[in-house]
């Protein structure tokens, strides 16, 4: 319409569309969702982040073991793991009972933990990274 001035679209001026429907709606949502329309697989990071976590899980614990003092040899002398044998043994009138964080902790570090858990210890940080990477 020549002599007026345009203000957005004008109703009929679509492609083929009827009259008064010709609006243009452009994609909006998540960006995981127009990925998906860009050609993209989301689920790769997904996947990289369950790989990757399950990995450290399994592969940290018998450093971050033995950092804390809890070794093959034993409990090493001066270590967070003394002060907490320590702590036992005063609790429980100067021994360390079967079954305590203590002696649990002792046993994975001196012999590692067993491969069923393994699994399990592997299987959750698989499943924490892919829910991180959502």
């Not at 957005?8 to 990925?35: Q, T, Y």
């Not at 093959?72 to 005063?90: C, D, F, L, R, T």
Request: proline share 4%; hydrophobic share 50%; net charge positive.
């Amino acid at each position: 319409m020549a002599g007026r001035a345009s203000r957005g679209p004008e109703l009929g001026a679509g492609r083929g569309g009827a009259p008064g429907c010709s609006l243009v709606i452009k994609p909006r949502g998540h960006p995981r969702v127009l990925a998906r329309s860009a050609g993209r697989r989301p689920r790769d990071g997904m996947l990289v982040g369950a790989v990757v976590a399950g990995t450290v899980a399994v592969g940290a614990v018998p450093v971050v073991l033995g950092t804390l003092g809890f070794t093959a040899a034993g409990i090493a002398a001066g270590s967070v793991a003394a002060k907490m044998m320590s702590a036992a043994a005063v609790a429980n009138a100067g021994g360390v009972v079967a079954g305590s964080l203590v002696a649990t902790l002792q046993s994975v570090g001196a012999a590692g933990l067993a491969t069923s858990s393994n699994v399990i210890l592997g299987t959750v940080g698989s499943a924490l990274g892919a829910l991180a990477m959502i």
